[in-house]
């Protein structure tokens, strides 16, 4: 059983790095919060014996030795950085809670045949710099480092300049460290586990999603002197293709969501009509076919209304991750684990997206939910209890140890 | 008649102060760009020969001399503000064509009865600071001059910080510079005078305007992981609002315009659902119970969007314009300077807000249109003819003289 005190001190302690005014965290990848957790967390895998390093994107790797050190490591993590008004749960529990799995297994003098990884994933939120996951995209080969280090933040700042003001831009490339195998602990993020009662959500699958970015070219006019039918008017134009993307989703629903997250109105004022808008669309299915149809159905609607309205709507798909399907082996061992530490538990799909969906593209890989408040999530009222971040860190636990033997 | 090629000269001279690569002009009220058009300005008027004064919201008043100085004094002029994104005639014309009218009484060595007064008023276009004819309404009295200091822009500036930092909070108090009646020149802003091959619109009313501050409060959630259904999102709030907003206007028209030209997402992430925007909404009528019937229709539009969508959303009515009607006299005045010049005209309804509107409440006043291209306004396309900018300041000199008494 892991020490169920330290974790909640560890996750309670490290929530001071960008603490926001609601009980939140605002921890944007590569600022200078996230440097001090990274700080704080390379010390105290240190201190917990732990050889670490960090790669060319930042990504913080910190290895436990085993008895046999020709097999290739567990790993186990997540990420430390949040959304701009984000919580004290999504990415550090998995990542604290990895930690914490090898400070019990240090306490009880526990060695493993394969060797341990415990991982600190820069960007997983994508909300500075996009795509989400993205030094676990990079480390599996979906993108190369150069591409990764180029992408830029609305300000403009690349990734490579964020990392080297952080310090942060390791001398190891991408992918040095192997690994055999990924588990990630996770919040769940929805409201299931919660609904049902059920301690541990062993994930068996993952949406898919679309990101793309898009941009409204209108007609800035005068608001008092243009007569309506005249108009051609982006935000008109945004919010017939919000409300379109938000009937697509449903019509296609249960198993499929859509949102638009950012717009901005190029030099608003009150009595101009907006001439330009950018925007992104966020499209997701745990179902490749319903991404399809998402993506068909919504260049359908743009279409349309652009052409009725007059305004010319530009998307571009920057981001395409297919569904999720984790390793039945993995699956296994971690229900096993949930079942052997008589916690109750079900199968489940994760609406969001995590590192260990782009690791188990190239590695078997699994993931352990625990509930969340309300299923509230990307958001300061974030919650989930003691107990359950104890239950899913002592899943975790139990896993690893199946998986790289005693 | 004035000098063409003078007037001209100088409305592409003062262009280059906040000149924008499309061709436009972003001089917004009490910037350092306005502050170097206001300095040339006030080394113009002083040049030709009038006595410039500033009151305490930084408008400039030139004083020409009359024969007889117990006539209060006939005003003209307009703005030298613009838009984020403003062209080179909104509000420019009007005041550099009374710079002209007094340019060309100089050189004809023409003395008036009745002294004449050319202004500049600060923030005419409300971009920065609302309401827009900020400085016209605390003219007559519709705000307190304290009350108009302590207003702030986006950035938290105030009006008075503004003035300050420009050097152009005057040491006259706002009203100091009595006026007998105010007639202004300005681009039509629409599409009628062109469109009918008129030269001159005589200006005998104007729309009403409602100005709103909104604000959506939706909740914040996971973009992937939460189901359509349990969703708050104030994007989908805004945009049912932006729409019906339209359709009220449409259904109340031709004789009724609404916008919402400002919407600003806080703490926005592509995977986040809006929690909360903050927005604005313009509507006008030159009819008062078309204005009333829009804030009813409006109110109630939001109120039921509102309650299904389960979102809080708030309206304040900053700023109710009521609809103007000029001074008959003066727009006989302004139509017979137009017929003696042998322009073509017609009346005509202003769909934008101008100073003159505002002292239309307290003294006798009245406007002269002349034709911009495609009726385009508040825009960096915005565009005039050198010919019909010399034609409409002409019938402002005329109208001045017949007012003035030579
Ligand atoms: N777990 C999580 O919130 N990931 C962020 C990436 C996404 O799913 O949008
Ligand atoms: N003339 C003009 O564009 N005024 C700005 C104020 C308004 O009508 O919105």
Redesign the pocket.
Known sequence: QIDSARLWGSIHETAQFGATAKGGVRRLTLSSEDKQVRDWFRKACEDAGLEVHVDALGSQFGLRKGRDMSKLPVGIGSHLDTQPTGGKYDGILGTLGALEVIRTLNDAGIETEAPICVVNWTNEEGSRFAPAMMASAAYVGDFTTDDILSRKDIDGTTVGQALDSIGYRGDKPVGFQKLGCFVELHIEQGPILEAEGKTIGVVDSGQGVLWYDGKISGFES???STPMPLRRDALATLSEIVLAMESIAKKHGPNAVGTIGEAVIANPS??VIPGEIAFTMDCRSADGAIMDALDRDLRAAIAEIGARRKVEVKIDLVWRKPPTHFDPKLIAAVENAATTLGYSSRRITSGAGHDACNLNTVMPAAMVFVPCKDGISHNELEDATQGDCAAGTNVLMHTVLAIAGV
């Open positions: 005068h608001a008092g009150r009595n």
